[in-house]
């Protein structure tokens, strides 16, 4: 059992971001087990493809990621200090890292090291340059292709936590956060049989919530020595991160407003843009915005913009309309 306790600082210090990084390390972890994370099949037999396509080599990658992924060394998932840092930013603070933290990370590692893992050990800077290289290259064709639809979801899961958060505080925001969480009281406890840890998050750092699409069904805890603490989880919709369509909406729902809408509504499960939900369901980008404005004005829907893109949600009328 995990358990953290929060002051109010830490409450209001604790945040969200996203890593382009981590979604490289845990997306390792699927290809090295798919069958654990089957909801990722599809796009595993695509990743595979391009990655033998472009002839790319992450042998040391590999390594540094072990199955049952127990333990990850923290350099490897550090925690983004920025909201949503790009690529080459991360990479830059992964090089930068310091050599000794590097060995210390590798403590954890299962003995003995794997020959790439040692010869890191050995020289960090070097192996850091090889290390940036190879996930630069893998993130290239595996994970950027499909970046796209990712990081909406990602995005949404912000946005609806964020919601939550400012609706009902942090009992709201932890709330179905992930099976094995807990928030009550000013704690948060997350359900490990491997280890016991109790503490208090030191210094008002709080935390920083990583949504992963690829960490799925899983969550990391990642203490930081330095910086802020950090929890990877997957958000809220993955099952539907490769799905072209399926949603379904009750049928009493479609005969009341019709089945697009309440398809459209159905299909909103996270929040999604006009352009994704055109995608999924076959119609047009127009038609799909008409139906979206009359659900707004009907209050089932609400949207929000994220950078250059406007994601649609639904409000709490329409999870009632879906629920019943």
Same mark, same amino acid.
């Not at 000794?100 to 003995?111: I, N, Y």
């Not at 958000?235 to 909406?249: D, I, M």
């Given at each position: 059992?995990?358990?953290?306790?929060?002051? $109010?600082?830490?409450? $209001?210090?604790?945040?969200?971001?996203?890593?382009?990084?981590?979604?490289?390390?845990?997306?390792?972890?699927?290809?090295? /087990?798919?069958?654990?994370?089957?909801?990722?099949?599809?796009?595993?037999?695509?990743?595979?493809?391009?990655?033998?396509?472009?002839? +790319?080599?992450?042998?040391?990658?590999?390594?540094?990621?072990?199955?049952?992924?127990?333990?990850?060394?923290?350099?490897?998932?550090?925690?983004?200090?920025?909201?949503?840092?790009?690529?080459?930013? &991360?990479?830059?603070?992964?090089?930068?890292?310091?050599?000794?933290?590097?060995?210390?990370?590798?403590?954890?590692?299962?003995?003995?090291?794997?020959?790439?893992?040692?010869?890191?050990? &050995? /020289?960090?800077?070097?192996?850091?340059?090889?290390?940036?290289?190879?996930?630069?290259?893998?993130?290239?064709?595996?994970?950027?292709?499909?970046?796209?639809?990712?990081?909406?979801?990602?995005?949404?899961?912000?946005?609806?936590?964020?919601?939550?958060?400012?609706?009902?505080?942090?009992?709201?925001?932890?709330?179905?956060?992930?099976?094995?969480?807990?928030?009550? /009281?000013?704690?948060?406890?997350?359900?490990?049989?491997?280890?016991?840890?109790?503490?208090?998050?030191?210094?008002?750092?709080?935390?920083?919530?990583?949504?992963?699409?690829?960490?799925?069904?899983?969550?990391?805890?990642?203490? &930081?020595?330095?910086?802020?603490?950090?929890?990877?989880?997957?958000? @809220?919709?993955?099952?539907?991160?490769?799905?072209?369509?399926?949603?379904?909406?009750?049928?009493?729902?479609?005969? +009341?407003?019709?089945?697009? @809408?309440?398809?459209?509504?159905?299909?909103?499960?996270?929040?999604?843009?006009?352009?994704?939900?055109?995608? @999924?369901?076959?119609?047009?980008? $127009?038609?799909?915005?008409?139906?979206?404005?009359?659900?707004?004005?009907?209050?089932?829907?609400? @949207?929000?913009?994220?950078?250059?893109? +406007?994601?649609?949600?639904?409000?709490?009328?329409?999870?009632?309309?879906?629920?019943?």
């Amino acid at each position: 059992m995990l358990t953290l306790d929060f002051s $109010a600082q830490d409450v $209001a210090a604790t945040r969200f971001a996203s890593s382009r990084v981590m979604e490289v390390v845990t997306s390792v972890q699927v290809l090295k /087990d798919p069958g654990a994370k089957a909801v990722h099949l599809p796009w595993v037999r695509q990743a595979r493809e391009r990655l033998a396509a472009a002839g +790319v080599r992450y042998e040391l990658l590999s390594q540094l990621v072990p199955m049952p992924a127990w333990h990850l060394p923290h350099f490897l998932i550090a925690t983004p200090a920025a909201t949503a840092p790009g690529i080459e930013a &991360e990479l830059a603070v992964l090089a930068a890292t310091r050599p000794e933290t590097v060995r210390a990370d590798l403590v954890g590692v299962a003995l003995p090291l794997p020959p790439l893992v040692a010869a890191l050990h &050995e /020289d960090p800077a070097a192996g850091l340059e090889r290390l940036t290289g190879e996930i630069r290259a893998y993130w290239t064709a595996a994970v950027e292709p499909y970046w796209g639809r990712i990081v909406r979801l990602v995005e949404g899961e912000i946005l609806y936590r964020a919601r939550r958060m400012a609706a009902g505080g942090p009992a709201a925001l932890f709330d179905g956060l992930h099976p094995k969480l807990r928030w009550e /009281d000013g704690r948060m406890t997350v359900a490990q049989r491997r280890y016991e840890i109790e503490r208090r998050l030191e210094g008002g750092r709080g935390l920083v919530l990583v949504p992963s699409v690829f960490v799925w069904p899983g969550l990391v805890w990642h203490a &930081e020595t330095e910086g802020q603490p950090g929890l990877i989880y997957p958000p @809220r919709g993955v099952a539907t991160l490769w799905e072209a369509s399926g949603a379904t909406a009750p049928d009493g729902l479609a005969r +009341v407003i019709g089945r697009t @809408r309440a398809r459209l509504l159905a299909e909103l499960d996270a929040p999604a843009s006009t352009t994704e939900l055109a995608a @999924r369901t076959g119609l047009s980008a $127009a038609n799909v915005s008409h139906h979206l404005t009359a659900l707004r004005e009907a209050g089932l829907t609400d @949207r929000h913009r994220t950078g250059r893109t +406007v994601l649609y949600l639904r409000t709490e009328a329409a999870e009632l309309l879906l629920g019943g």
